[in-house]
């Protein structure tokens, strides 16, 4: 059974930095793409950042590009996004997700599956 489970979720302030991590079990992690996505309040579910099997290839929403870095490790199977100069809009959950091939070939969350728990994610002004 696959289980993907965020953490580092928490509340900062405008400008500060957090870095979640996604912990997988059940699948072959080191032959899979993953992915971050974000639900903010009230908005669907919306691609944040994805990387390919071995990280060699990482993709972003052009809204977290430059802020945001996601990154793997395949030894631990833990996938990390590191999050800089967070701003307001970013408030959101956080959900990882595995891709179905090892290459990331689409970023809409139609696209991936199964999901983590989501982790929410708090930027006050």
């Known amino acids: 059974q696959v289980q993907l489970v965020e953490s580092g979720g928490g509340l900062v302030q405008a400008g500060g930095s957090l870095r979640l991590s996604c912990a997988a079990s059940g699948l072959t992690f080191s032959s899979a793409a993953l992915g971050w996505f974000r639900q903010p309040p009230g908005k669907e579910r919306e691609f944040v950042a994805a990387i390919n099997y071995n990280g060699a290839s990482t993709y972003y929403a052009d809204s977290v590009k430059g802020r945001f870095t996601i990154s793997r490790d395949n030894a631990k199977n833990t996938m990390y996004l590191q999050m800089n100069s967070l701003k307001p809009e970013d408030t959101a959950v956080y959900y990882c997700?595995?891709?179905?091939?090892?290459?990331?070939?689409?970023?809409?969350?139609?696209?991936?599956?199964?999901w983590g728990q989501g982790t929410q994610v708090t930027v006050s002004s």
């Open positions: 997700a595995a891709g179905p091939l090892a290459a990331v070939v689409t970023t809409t969350p139609n696209g991936f599956g199964p």
